[in-house]
Each structure stands twice: as structure tokens, then as C-alpha cells.
């Protein structure tokens, strides 16, 4: 209907009643007046009642519902309320009993849609949940209802009251859910599951359903996540990523107070470089730490143009790493809003990132840095892992023992193969198992050697093809693996032509490889540098290696190169122009790889 013509048509329509007009039409339906305040409190009943158009609302009522009897006027009016589109129960407490009856009298809501049946268990046993959420659940899907939204928060239910709601959520009343919410439920990774599968079996009913390994399942077509308090650490962290990138157009995510650490928040920010809709990220409080935050920023450079707000506050950030965090914001032309209060900066990284940020005039957009914690101490331990993280060290550590058993078996065959060469005649050994000096595995034996115990000579032995040798040795997929090989070939840099010649054309071949790959994470790689350097703390513990000044000068000619990411040189000199113990040593090499970081940082 065109706005112009909205007067002449409306004028002939009965107007619409206020509520108090309503109620004192309603006293005259009855015959008689009704004084003023029986008109108010009818007015005032009705506005509880109902608020919005198809909505019946008991909002923030603080009842007792324990029975049938308890909410038998509850009943009567989603009985009597003709096309109910929505029930509101947040703020009162429903029994098992008292479900059964509401849900008795939603069986024949055809029209319902939204159900807001957040804290509406309030001091209810967890046993009592589950059956009370199916006895609901079983009324929609008996009526054929179309849900948009459905919000359980703040019930604290566990586990088990996902199962409540378990059936519902495979059903085609739930095919056109627009809105889950389930924060501060306290599901748990078993609770995570059982949501799961059952939105993995109601995926196929909407187009662009995404599954989720371990944790929650997420749509294609989502456009806000809010998860905050959850539980959730780096395994969930990295679920839901891997689910986002398949999300167009989501616009808001919120999973605050969850535990990132560094391989959550690593793979967090490569799921965001997939996005372009995105205007709200909320991760405070998530322990990105410094190493998340880096790659954070990495994202930030390469998408999320129309970002309007990053919170990453509270998340054991470090000075250097907050900075490049604001740089990465320079031309984000829709921010509001940096959060990055509550971190480690310190007085100092406080005024450089007020410096920092009115440098590029967008000093107004830094949220407040009153609850910094200060600069963290050098001889600072990091904090244990979630038990889950536990788990994955100990699998990891089975399965290098594992490995070692396999290499102990191998190296016993090698010394059964030696005493055969020696002339002992062993004709009860398989033919497979018998060798001669002239069967070798040599050039791959060097190479190993070399990576595990470095030196010159080692190196100059591999011949002219040891580029290939080490390639063929390193997995270049992996970055962190990339970094270590990286620093063992350049510790052993010298100025002798022939060493230096050998250390950098074999340098050169790992990271042109590695960084051609349009899947490395470049950034990945720069961190685990940065943590084997001792210039950042690990949240794994890692012992940073001894620095040399092979290993500043071989990375001076990396950065030159053009096989290099520009993107990381403000990263890199960030942290060498940082005051630290490691440097005491190779003084000079740090001068000659600061001076090219900050040629090539103007050149940028």
C-alpha cells in the first residue's frame, strides 16, 4: 500500500484501541460503568498479558508454577487467544506438571512461532527439566507449529535437558528455525553433541546447513552467533570456525568469556578471512593471548571491510601484539569501537596505543584502558590448559612414544642388517630383512642428522642437492615445523662463502616452497618463530632455543626476499625492537634485521 494513500484508506477503518480504550469497552460490554481504577487495572492486566501483536506474555512474573492448577488461568487464555504467535515465560519457574498443562493447550496452535523460555527453571532439579521440555516440545510438533525462534538461555540445564529438546529440534517444526539460543545452559561437550546430531538430521531440510564436528551445528544461512559463557576451549573454538566460513552472511559473533588460547583464536581468524559481512566481534575475555591476537590481526588485513567493532579485551595480549592490532584497524572506515582493555600493555603500552591510535586519528574509536593488568613478568608460567587441552597433549604424547617404538624397531633392523653385512649367515631371517653396504639410505640419514644436531659440516655434506634433500625432508604443510627447520638450517650461518652460500639457498628453497602453498599460515609460522626466538611466551610451554646471530642475519636475508609476506614485517619489527635478554648476544645482527624491517616498513 503506497504511504500516500495510507490516510484516505485508514480513515475509513475503525481506528485501533489503546488499552485503555479496551478496557473500558469491556466494562461497558458488561453492562455498566467501570470506576477509573477497575478501567487501570484491567489496562494494566492487559498490557501484561499481551504486548505484542500474536504474543501472550508472562515476562519476568517471578510465579510458582508447580501444577495443572497453578496455570489453569495460564491455559484458559492460550486456549482463548486466537492465531498465538509467541509465549513469553522467562522469569517464572515451571514444574514438570505445569509443562504437561501448557503444553496440553499449545496442541492446537497451528500459528505458533517464538518461544521465549529463557530462566523459566529457576530452582528446579535438572530431572525435573527434561521431561518438561518434551511434554512443550511434543505440543509444537503435535500442532504443526513453524518455529523462528527458540531461546532456552539461562536455564543451566546440562546435558540432559538438550535431550528435552532433542526430538523437537529433528522435527520440521524446527525447519525453519531463524533463531537457537542456548547460552549459559551449561551443556557441556556431551550436551554439544547431542545438539549436534540433532541438527546434523535437520540440516538436509535447509539449504547451505553446515555440520559441526564435536560441539554445535550451525546454518548456512546464520547471521548472529552468540555463544558467550559456554565452556567452550580450542577444539569447540575450532569447530565452530571451520562452521562460519560457510556462513556468508553472518554479521555478528559473540562467544565471550570462552577459552580460545592460541590454536582457537588461530583458527578463528582464518575462518574471518572468509567473511565480508561481519560488523561485531566479540571475543573478550577468550584468551586469544598474544599469538591469537597477531593472527587476529592478520585477518583484519585481509577482510572484514565493514567491521564496526573488535572486542579482544581481557585476553593476556602483550604490548607489541595489541599494536599490531590497532595498525591493522587503519583502514577499517566503518569502526566504532577497539576494545582491548584488560590486557598485559602496561603504562607504557597504554600511552603507545593511545599513540598509536590517535596517529591515525582514531584515537576516539579505543575503548577505555582503565582495568589493564600491566606488563606481564618475563619469568611469568602460563596457565594450565582446559582438561580437554590436557587430553590432546596426552594423546600427542602417546603418540610420539608410539613413534619412538617404531624408530627403536627400525633402528634395531638397521643394526641386524649391519651384523648380516659383517659375513654372519642368518638363514632363518626373511630374505626382506638382508642387506649389503651397497643398499643405503644415505642422503636421507644426513639429513636427518644434520636437523637433529646442526653443523656446517653436516650441511656442506648434503652436496649441491641439499635444498632438495631438506625439502623432501621437511613437512612444508606444517608451519610450525617449517619455523624449527627453519632456525636449525640458519644456526649454523657463518661468514665462509661456502657455508653462508649453503645456508641461504637452502633457506630459500624451504620458504618458497612453503610460502607459494595457498594453504600455509604464514602467520602461524611467524608466530612459532617468534616463540622458539624467546621473543614471545608459548601457551604450550615451549623452550625457546638458544638465539644466535645466524639466526637474525638468515632472517634479514629472508625478509628481503620476494617469496616474503610483506604483511609480516610490521609483525617481525614489533618484537625486534622490543628491549629483550635473547638479544644479548648477536647485538649487531639484531641492528643489521632491525635497519631492513624499518626500510621495508616505510616502503610499504
Known sequence: MDGRNMKNYTS????????????????TAYGGSMASEDVAQLADSLAKAQVAEGELSYKGRGLKLDNAQSVEKLVQEIEEFQGLQALRLEGNTVGVEAAKAIAKALENKSDFQCCHWSDMFTGRLR????????????????????????????????????????????????????????????????????????????????????????????????????MPQNGINHPGVTALANAMQHCPQLRVINLNDNTFTKRGAIAMAQSLKHLRSVQVINFGDCLVRSEGAIAIAEALKEGLPILKELNLSFGEIAEEAALVVARA???????????????????????????????????????????????????????DEEEEEDDDEEDDGEEEEEEDEEEEEEEDGVKEIEQDSEGEDHPEKPVSMISTPTQSIKPQDEVSSFLSFPS????????????????QQVDMADAGKTAEAFLKISSVYKDEAEV??????????????????????????????????????????????????????????????DYFPREHVAVLNAFISRPNKAFESCTSAKNVLKSTLDRLGNEC
Open 12 to 27: 475509513r477503518e475503525p481506528q485501533p484501541k489503546t488499552l485503555q480504550q479496551r478496557a473500558s469497552t469491556v466494562g
Open 500 to 561: 653462508k652460500r649453503a645456508v641461504l639457498e637452502s633457506i630459500d628453497a624451504v620458504l618458497k616452497k612453503a610460502f607459494s602453498s595457498p594453504s600455509f599460515q604464514t602467520y602461524s609460522f611467524i608466530s612459532t618463530l617468534l616463540v622458539l626466538l624467546g621473543l614471545i611466551k608459548s601457551e604450550d610451554k615451549v623452550k625457546p632455543l638458544r638465539m644466535v646471530a645466524g639466526h637474525l642475519l638468515a632472517l634479514d636475508h629472508a625478509v628481503r626476499q
Open 127 to 226: 530431572s525435573e527439566i527434561p521431561p518438561a521440555l518434551m511434554s512443550l516440545g511434543s505440543a509444537l510438533m503435535t500442532a504443526g507449529a513453524r518455529l523462528r525462534v527458540l531461546d532456552l538461555s539461562d536455564n543451566a540445564f546440562g546435558p540432559d535437558g538438550v535431550k528435552g529438546i532433542e526430538n523437537l529440534l529433528k522435527s520440521t517444526s524446527c525447519h525453519t528455525l531463524q533463531e537457537l539460543r542456548l547460552n549459559n545452559c551449561g551443556m557441556g561437550i556431551g550436551g554439544g553433541k547431542i545438539l549436534a546430531a540433532a541438527l546434523t538430521e535437520n540440516r538436509l531440510e535447509n539449504d547451505g546447513a553446515t555440520a559441526l564436528a564435536q560441539a554445535f551445528q550451525l546454518m548456512g544461512s546464520l547471521e548472529e552467533v552468540h
Open 329 to 383: 584497524v587503519q583502514n577499517k572506515t566503518q569502526l566504532e569501537k577497539l576494545d582491548l582493555n584488560g590486557n598485559c600493555l602496561g603504562d607504557e603500552g597504554c600511552d603507545a596505543l593511545k599513540e598509536t591510535m590517535d596517529s591515525m586519528n582514531m584515537g576516539d574509536l579505543l575503548g577505555s584502558l582503565s582495568d589493564d593488568e600491566g606488563e606481564p613478568e618475563d619469568d611469568e608460567e602460563e596457565e
Open 456 to 471: 656446517p659440516d653436516k650441511l656442506l655434506k648434503l652436496g649441491a642437492k641439499r635444498s632438495l634433500l631438506i625439502e
